[in-house]
């Protein structure tokens, strides 16, 4: 376009107007007799003259002001200079004739117009008028989406919630928009506000969560993982990875891209020390940035919309979901007296064994269930942005809008005042001024779409059965965590800190075994026989494992060398795999006493035989009358119904 402009300007004729052809339309007048909807011979000159006010901002290259429009006008024209250029003058009755052509000659039909130089006065007001949003404005838009608690690639963000938004951010002295943006809201000129909502939306659909500054420098973010260890916590740091930024030395350390595109390996330990030591992380290259601020207070989610797992950072809490809160301890008083006013009850606070999180807790099971207001700064991140919607939190989450049947979400539903909420017309809640909390697991919901209704918000959902076709044959989403079948035993979580599960170990508490039988649906998903993790206790100088079924018995090779449990210091023990499911643990001393000890609580002794070749041996042991014995009335009767079962076999 912009070419095709300049070849019809005359600046190199002084003895004309330059910008003649554009103001004569006589023939168009002419064709718009018999057809109305003939577009003007101006209308690419007018996007011309729009593309400079969108390009408005500081340079100092030029040594001008963001509101300087001529400089960047004559920028275009191939022309110096900071002065209005010559026959622009006359650009305002082609701006008068394009309006009068949408309001008068097309009856609208197009649109109202909404060029006008209210605000910046003749000449440059029409052309600044359609920029709605400049360069600069685009520029701030991923500190506005970070201001809303927005990570990239949220499902439930449309343009009505960013206008909401909008409105509450242009209000704020804080806020870095153009004047022409504030004009916008300020005037609620309801048209302009739905294109900035409009455009902030199709800027947040591509946003990988990093920034543009003036200089063309990129930034983007380090982020925080915390993984809970039964009732500990320790901190992973991912530095994310756009498609533009290289790998190499970022200060000093070298940052190569993960098996995942979209991270660079996690960084070491010692940033992890100096960052919780209270300082930044910013390492630099050529005009690419990976940075994490200093913070006493970070709070997190659960993982939904990256391939990191765990909870992860979030910029601010979402008003409903749970949430954990990483906090030094120097302001831990002041969040307990925050969410004692604001917080659903149930948060707890945890510690973590490692000493260098020594100064830091983690408060866990955080839910703000009511808007709140803090005047600590430091304390914003708690405070949730205003938000009227529906949002769908937790449950067994398959694909995009796929929950498992049994496994469906939450729905966090949010309104400023009393309001009925409907699931498919039919009413189940009623939403107050905060938020209701409606677990759909509890309406028994059949498979198919469902559609939940609050106002004029709705959101749509659907449940599928194990196995169903919307799931797909070859990979699968838990919770928004992606998987896939690495060999008959083993399922490969597509995470940067996952590995395979092998089949032979036992799940750590709180952690889930993927089998996939029903969700892949494919007979090659079943399940070996299930395997079980024992820890051994040190000091012993053999140990005889023996099973409830006759024949399943296991004698552990222990290390003859200075073994890795050592630095380990497991539970004070050997880890021992075991492929049945062990009921007793007979230890053999170094002075040939044998110890018997049940393993939680033994059940009955069962007289099938599992494996021929070791049923005898078995049941020599369950049989044996010399051993140390020190056990409950409970475990002791236990133990003869296994002397019996062996007595009576044989």
Same mark, same amino acid.
């Given at each position: ?30 064709? =718009? ?22 390009? #408005?901002? +500081? ?73 709605? #949003? ?14 809303? !608690? ?51 939306? *199709? ?12 200089? !063309? ?18 901190? +992973? ?6 498609? @533009? ?14 098996? @995942? ?64 809160? =990483? ?30 999180? *020594? ?20 304390? &914003? ?24 049947? !049994? ?39 059949? $498979? ?61 508490? !709180? ?12 007979? *090659? ?38 073994? $890795?449990?050592?630095? @380990? ?11 049945? &499911? ?30 021929? $070749? ?7 042991? +369950? ?28």
């Amino acid at each position: 376009m912009t070419q095709a402009v300049l070849s019809w300007i005359r600046f190199h004729d002084n003895k004309s107007q330059p910008f003649f052809k554009f103001l004569q339309w006589r023939v168009w007048e002419t064709q =718009l007799k018999s057809s109305p909807g003939t577009p003007p011979p101006f209308v690419a000159f007018l996007g011309f003259c729009v593309l400079a006010a969108v390009d #408005m901002t +500081a340079d100092d290259t030029l040594n001008v002001t963001g509101s300087n429009y001529y400089v960047r006008l004559n920028k275009l024209l191939g022309k110096s200079g900071r002065g209005r250029p010559k026959g622009f003058e006359e650009i305002d009755r082609v701006w008068e004739r394009l309006n009068q052509w949408l309001r008068d000659d097309l009856q609208g039909e197009f649109g109202l117009p909404t060029a006008n130089n209210e605000l910046y006065g003749r000449h440059v007001g029409y052309p600044i008028s359609q920029a709605i #949003m400049r360069r600069t404005d685009v520029e701030e838009l991923p500190d506005f989406f970070r201001w809303c !608690g927005l990570e990239p690639g949220e499902e439930d963000v449309d343009a009505n919630y960013l206008q909401q938004q909008l409105q509450i951010w242009v209000a704020r002295t804080t806020c870095s928009f153009s004047g022409q943006i504030r004009h916008v809201f300020e005037r609620r000129r309801q048209q302009h506000i739905e294109q900035i909502a409009a455009i902030a939306l *199709a800027h947040y659909q591509t946003w990988d969560g990093s920034t543009t500054t003036r200089r !063309g420098g990129r930034t983007a973010e380090i982020i925080i993982q915390l993984n809970r260890t039964g009732r500990s916590f320790e901190l +992973a740091f991912h530095p994310k990875a756009p498609p @533009d930024f290289p790998e190499g030395q970022y200060g000093t350390v070298q940052l190569r891209r993960s098996d @995942d595109p979209d991270w660079f390996e996690p960084l070491n330990k010692r940033f992890v020390q100096q960052w919780l030591s209270g300082n930044a992380i910013d390492l630099q290259r050529d005009g690419y940035r990976v940075y994490l601020g200093a913070r006493r207070i970070v709070p997190l989610r659960s993982d939904v919309t990256s391939d990191l797992g765990g909870w992860i950072t979030c910029n601010r809490v979402s008003l409903g979901e749970r949430h954990l809160l =990483l906090c030094h301890r120097a302001i831990k008083s002041r969040v307990e007296v925050y969410l004692q006013q604001y917080a659903e009850s149930g948060w707890r606070i945890i510690g973590s064994r490692d000493p260098i999180y *020594a100064d830091w807790v983690c408060f866990s099971n955080v839910r703000i269930t009511r808007y709140a207001q803090s005047d600590q700064e430091e304390l &914003d991140c708690l405070v949730p942005v205003h938000r009227v919607g529906i949002r769908l939190s937790g449950g067994l989450k398959l694909k995009q809008g796929v929950w498992l049947q !049994g496994g469906e979400p939450e729905a966090v539903v949010s309104a400023e005042q009393e309001v009925p909420v409907y699931l498919d017309d039919v009413e189940i809640a009623t939403a107050v001024s905060g938020s209701v909390i409606v677990n759909l697991q509890h309406l028994n919901l059949t $498979e198919g779409t469902h559609t939940i209704r609050v106002g004029s918000q709705q959101r749509t959902l659907a449940i599928s059965r194990s196995g169903n076709n919307l799931l797909g044959q070859h990979r699968m989403k838990l919770w928004g965590y992606p998987f896939r079948r690495v060999d008959v035993t083993q399922f490969q979580p597509l995470s940067l800190t996952a590995e395979a599960i092998p089949s032979i170990e036992k799940i750590p508490s !709180g952690q889930l075994y993927i089998a996939g039988t029903h969700i892949i649906h494919s007979p *090659a998903d079943l399940p070996p026989p299930r395997q079980h993790l024992l820890i051994l206790p040190y000091g012993a100088r053999d140990y005889i494992i023996l099973g409830r079924h006759i024949g399943e018995l296991l004698k552990p090779q222990l290390p003859t060398y200075l073994p $890795e449990w050592k630095a @380990d210091n497991y539970l004070q023990g050997y880890k021992q795999i075991v492929p049945f &499911d062990p009921q007793w643990v007979i230890r053999v001393s170094h002075r040939g006493n044998f110890i018997l000890r049940p393993i939680g609580r033994p059940k009955e002794a069962v007289p099938t035989v599992s494996c021929a $070749e070791l049923a005898d041996e078995w049941r020599k042991w +369950a049989r044996k009358r010399n051993l140390k014995r020190k056990l409950s009335k409970r475990h002791h009767a236990r133990w003869l119904q296994y002397c019996q079962i062996a007595r009576d076999d044989t």
